[in-house]
């Protein structure tokens, strides 16, 4: 559930793994990543996922005779908006080749990319130590060129009849290509850069930024002591990325203690290895030529100084925002919120409401990310922001922060709006009303004792083991007497008088 | 986009320039174009004759056919006289590559970045359109709805793949060689 990822720290695969520092790792990146775009790349057929097969194709995406591809605007707008918040240069003329190969998912046998002149170059990213987890106060990664390319069609082996099924729903869906230089210098900035990556594609609306669907991709290239480099290919999370690192790592250092050469291939992750898919000798020749169907993209000389000021706060921006004042929120709240804007959004009408009417952001934080998303993971059910609006929540949070309602109440009234639609068109003054959970007002201090001892006094009586359990040392089970209590009240009476009453009654 | 191709070839090395030598300034009013390209002044067939010698320098293994044919997606596993027949097809193919290539000193990489200005065919490639802002790229964005073409199997059920394949109703299928 989507709670309990907050806690989650990525550091903990990373814990038993160490670089030697006589073998210096070296390594660079290929992201592609395919892009949230409604039309595919070279044709207006529907770019969804989750169809049946070959139900989103048209008659160029499986390469008929006759067809010839147009370029969607969308992936180019998306591209460029990619490359302008990765600091690149937009190259103002940029052009597609054919890379030949034959295989059954290329119907066209060739794939459409910009090897050439790609759409930008020289971007970079800067990590940092206040927002990653990386071992240097800062590192530039450096970003050596964007491409926009086609996505190919998936094959799949039928076991049964011995064929292999292919589905075209993928072809012509458009990827982005990112290239980085060979900057990476331990795994953790590798770590780092993916999902800083992963955020930002996720929240500039570019790709939905699942690595487990491969909607991003990624392909790895390392080397150790300059030796030649070997590819990774196709890793498709962030743990595999990490695990695959670190064998290799481990294989190429094996094999200089041994005195072996690192031979230069492509290499494969099996799951808990990695294997040769290909050496240099048998590398494929692509046999690059201009695409000789479309034009060049041409571009006016403001086009990324224009989509820059159209650009949302950047994920960084938003960081520092949130871990400083008013909202002073921790880092990996700060972070949970950036990767999921449409609870940034709650988060921010919310606070709203609750400084409105003078109550902590503190307070608001905590019931955001405990109470709220908790009361999702208590019921069962998916976090739906649209569920309750922040203005409500708002209001509630306030008359805790006002104790006109105890907290145990309120935690019982979110439970019961997060579950009743009819409920959530009252305000919540009619809701504390309705459900008699205001503080008992009509009652004096002595008159609440006394209602507070005959209560606890019954669930003395009637829960003899409990009490028997305590008088022997567990001291921990009036904790349950305590509840009972609260249940008793719905929570209107304050815990800690139900506690010292038990005490009382039992002489502890 | 053939007087682009024409001036290639008159940029070749292997293409003796003196055959265009008399359009020259003749070249004057379109029917002078047109008149120079209804003339073939040379073919295929003549090149890969005259270049017998060229034919015979090239040297084509056993490797390289096996190679190419695996590239191409095609059987690898011919017997040695479709092999022969093989070689001396892609000798003269070479023979014909080279002559499109202006330097044939140059190693396969170099090559292969040459296409790049080989290649570039199309006339936008030499005479940009205007260019994109911001604001052209977000109204033809805004325009595509429109444009989906039914004809083109664009839309949802205007294609199936049942019309290729009737045998198979969702899936395109091939013969695995697998075990």
Redesign the interface.
């Known amino acids: 559930m989507l709670s309990r990822r907050l806690v989650h720290t990525s550091s903990r695969r990373l814990n038993k793994f160490k670089l030697d520092p006589n073998y210096k790792f070296k390594c660079g990146i290929e992201i592609h990543t395919q892009l949230k775009t409604r039309y595919k790349l070279f044709s207006l057929s529907p770019s969804s996922f989750y169809s049946s097969p070959n139900s989103k194709i048209s008659y160029f995406d499986v390469g008929l005779p006759g067809t010839q591809p147009k370029l969607n605007p969308e992936a180019l707008y998306l591209a460029l908006k990619l490359a302008v918040a990765l600091n690149s240069d937009v190259q103002l003329n940029s052009t597609f080749d054919r890379k030949h190969y034959f295989y059954p998912d290329q119907p066209l046998g060739y794939q459409i990319t910009q090897h050439y002149h790609p759409i930008a170059k020289n971007g970079f990213v800067e990590l940092k130590s206040e927002f990653d987890e990386i071992s240097v106060p800062s590192k530039i990664i450096n970003i050596e060129q964007i491409q926009i390319e086609q996505d190919t069609g998936k094959t799949s082996y039928d076991k049964y009849d011995k064929t292999i099924k292919v589905d075209y729903n993928r072809s012509n869906v458009p990827l982005i290509e990112l290239v980085t230089k060979p900057d990476f210098e331990d795994l953790k900035q590798v770590g780092a850069f993916v999902k800083n990556y992963q955020t930002l594609v996720k929240h500039l609306d570019i790709c939905t930024g699942n690595l487990e669907t491969g909607a991003i991709r990624v392909d790895v290239n390392v080397s150790v002591n300059g030796h030649p480099r070997v590819e990774i290919k196709n890793l498709g999370s962030n743990g595999e990325i990490q695990e695959a690192l670190k064998y290799e790592y481990n294989r190429q250092v094996q094999l200089l203690k041994n005195q072996e050469d690192i031979i230069q291939e492509t290499r494969g992750w099996t799951g808990n290895k990695t294997v040769t898919l290909r050496i240099k000798e048998d590398a494929v020749d692509y046999r690059y030529v201009p695409d000789s169907e479309l034009p060049f993209i041409n571009l006016s000389s403001t086009i990324s100084s224009d989509i820059r000021k159209s650009l949302p706060e950047l994920p960084e921006q938003i960081l520092k925002k949130l871990t400083s004042e008013p909202y002073s929120l921790e880092l990996k709240y700060a972070k949970f919120l950036v990767d999921n804007k449409d609870i940034l959004t709650y988060y921010y009408h919310l606070i709203q409401k609750v400084n409105e009417k003078q109550q902590p952001t503190k307070l608001a934080n905590n019931w955001l990310f405990h109470e709220y998303l908790g009361a999702f993971t208590k019921l069962n059910i998916e976090v739906d922001m649209t569920i309750l609006a922040a203005s409500l929540l708002g209001d509630l949070i306030v008359k805790v922060g006002e104790k006109e309602i105890s907290t145990t109440s309120a935690r019982l009234l979110l439970l019961q709006l997060l579950q009743t639609p009819e409920d959530r068109d009252k305000s919540i003054d009619e809701l504390i009303e309705q459900y008699d959970l205001g503080k008992p007002q009509d009652l004096s201090a002595d008159e609440l004792h006394d209602a507070v001892r005959d209560i606890c006094s019954e669930i003395v009586d009637n829960n003899p083991d409990v009490v028997e359990r305590i008088k022997k040392g567990q001291k921990n089970s009036i904790k349950f007497l305590v509840g009972l209590g609260m249940r008793e009240t719905q929570g209107k009476v304050d815990a800690k008088a139900f506690t010292e009453m038990f005490k009382e009654l039992l002489k502890l | 986009m053939r007087i682009v191709a024409i001036r290639r070839l008159g940029n070749c090395s292997k293409v003796p320039l003196q055959k265009f030598s008399r359009v020259g300034s003749v070249l004057q009013s379109e029917s002078d174009i047109r008149n120079v390209l209804n003339a073939p002044s040379w073919t295929v067939k003549e090149l890969i004759q005259d270049n017998q010698q060229a034919m015979e320098e090239i040297h084509v293994d056993s490797g390289t056919i096996r190679?190419m044919l695996k590239?191409?997606?095609l059987e690898t596993n011919v017997t040695p006289e479709q092999e022969k027949k093989l070689v001396q097809a892609l000798k003269s193919q070479m023979v014909f590559i080279q002559h499109l290539y202006r330097d044939n000193d140059t190693d396969?990489k170099d090559k292969?970045?040459n296409?790049?200005s080989h290649?570039?065919?199309?006339a936008?490639?030499h005479k940009?359109?205007?260019?994109?802002?911001?604001?052209s790229?977000?109204e033809?964005?805004k325009e595509?709805p429109q444009?989906?073409?039914p004809e083109?199997?664009?839309?949802?059920?205007s294609?199936?793949?049942q019309d290729l394949d009737p045998k198979h109703k969702?899936?395109?299928?091939?013969?695995?060689n697998?075990g």
């Open positions: 190679k590239l191409s997606g396969r292969e970045e296409n790049d290649f570039r065919l199309i936008s490639d940009p359109g205007e260019p994109l802002t911001l604001k790229l977000m033809q964005i595509l444009q989906v073409d083109k199997g664009e839309t949802e059920g294609f199936s793949l969702s899936f395109v299928t091939i013969l695995s697998r």
